[in-house]
T-cell receptor
Framework: DTGVSQNPRHKITKRGQNVTFRCDPI?????LYWYRQTLGQGPEFLTY????????KSRLLSDRFSAERPKGSFSTLEIQRTEQGDSAMYLC????????????FGSGTQLSVL | DAKTTQPPSMDCAEGRAANLPCNHS???????VYWYRQIHSQGPQYIIH???NNETNEMASLIITEDRKSSTLILPHATLRDTAVYYC????????????FGTGTRLQVFP
């Protein structure tokens, strides 16, 4: 199965530390999305890449958050100086180029900030 | 912002049809209706989508009213594995093409 892969599955950190998550999309997919999900809520859009270009960022993405997709393949999401409010599931999705294509989601990284 | 309204929860007996309603009264002519579901501890999974015609695939059927202001997702023979949160999403197929999720309907299938 060559679905969307996210690592790590779980991350526990102390407030103030930096964390980085990785997403490996389906290999032929040019589009990559990051979402955040808190308990009882639907996923919230954070940012979007078309190949290596970051084309949209949500207002939810504060200056402490940065995402990269250096060669248009895997992507990383870094959170600096984590806060307890950053505790959430971080989901990555990918899709082929083309309007209306299905998004394929990974299983996410669960972040707990103590 | 999400443009859909769904009941927060529903129950269904195993083997029976599950009919999940969705209201999208402000939908525009170029907006599609998508359904995804999320099983506990997993990412959302695509189910089906449509513009104005009814659609069917191996997972479900989608019935869209003629005025397109509402739709119903039908799981014809629900199983325990269909227990999940179901999201109805109105999507404009332009630019970033992102999905905007609401809070969905939590479907509980019981034996």
């Amino acid at each position: 199965d060559t679905g969307v892969s996210q690592n790590p599955r779980h991350k526990i950190t102390k407030r103030g530390q930096n964390v980085t998550f990785r997403c490996d999309p389906i290999s032929e997919h040019n589009r990559l999305y990051w979402y955040r999900q808190t308990l009882g809520q639907g996923p919230e859009f954070l940012t979007y890449f078309q190949n290596e270009a970051q084309l949209e960022k949500s207002r939810l993405l504060s200056d402490r958050f940065s995402a990269e997709r250096p060669k248009g393949s895997f992507s990383t999401l870094e959170i600096q100086r984590t806060e307890q409010g950053d505790s959430a599931m971080y989901l990555c999705a990918s899709s082929p180029t083309g309007l209306g294509e299905k998004l394929f989601f990974g299983s996410g990284t669960q972040l707990s900030v103590l | 912002d999400a443009k859909t309204t769904q009941p927060p929860s529903m129950d269904c007996a195993e083997g029976r049809a599950a009919n999940l309603p969705c209201n999208h009264s402000t939908i525009s002519g170029n907006e599609y209706v998508y359904w995804y579901r999320q099983i506990h501890s997993q990412g959302p999974q695509y189910i089906i989508h449509g513009l104005k015609n009814n659609e069917t695939n191996e997972m479900a059927s989608l019935i869209i009213t003629e005025d397109r202001k509402s739709s119903t997702l039908i799981l014809p023979h629900a199983t325990l594995r269909d227990t999940a949160v179901y999201y109805c999403i109105v999507r404009v197929a332009v630019r970033t093409d992102k999905l905007i999720f609401g809070t969905g309907t939590r479907l509980q299938v019981f034996p």
